[in-house]
């Protein structure tokens, strides 16, 4: 069973920054396309970002683009986050998950339970 947690979410004003981490566990995380979603209140989830395992290319949504940085480190099955110049707008629980191509869409599964990321002006 796939085991993702994510962790590095808190309260930051705006203009700051967080990294966020998710550990990963009981499957062979080199082998998976792995990113990050979150989940607004009133909103519906937002693909953020995707890693592939196969060619390191990286998929951002145009909303963090040039501002989230997607990184990960096979050797400990860890998926990181860098988020700078943080909006407001960026308040959400965050997700770590298997991400895969849908199109013009990126699907999300097995994701942990989440990380709050608070943004304040």
């Known amino acids: 069973e796939v085991q993702l947690v994510e962790s590095g979410g808190g309260l930051v004003q705006a203009g700051g920054s967080l990294r966020l981490s998710c550990a990963a566990s009981?499957?062979?995380?080199?082998?998976?396309?792995i990113g990050w979603f979150r989940h607004a209140p009133g909103k519906g989830r937002e693909g953020v970002s995707c890693?592939?395992?196969?060619?390191?290319?990286?998929y951002y949504a145009d909303s963090v683009k040039g501002r989230f940085t997607i990184s990960r480190d096979n050797a400990k099955n860890t998926l990181y986050l860098q988020m700078n110049s943080l909006k407001r707008e960026d308040t959400a629980v965050y997700y770590c998950?298997?991400?895969?191509?849908?199109?013009?869409?990126?699907?999300?599964?097995?994701w942990g339970q989440g990380t709050q990321v608070t943004v304040s002006i």
């Open positions: 998950g298997l991400c895969r191509r849908d199109g013009d869409e990126y699907e999300y599964d097995q």
């Open positions: 009981e499957f062979t995380f080199h082998y998976y396309d």
């Open positions: 890693s592939s395992s196969s060619n390191g290319s990286t």
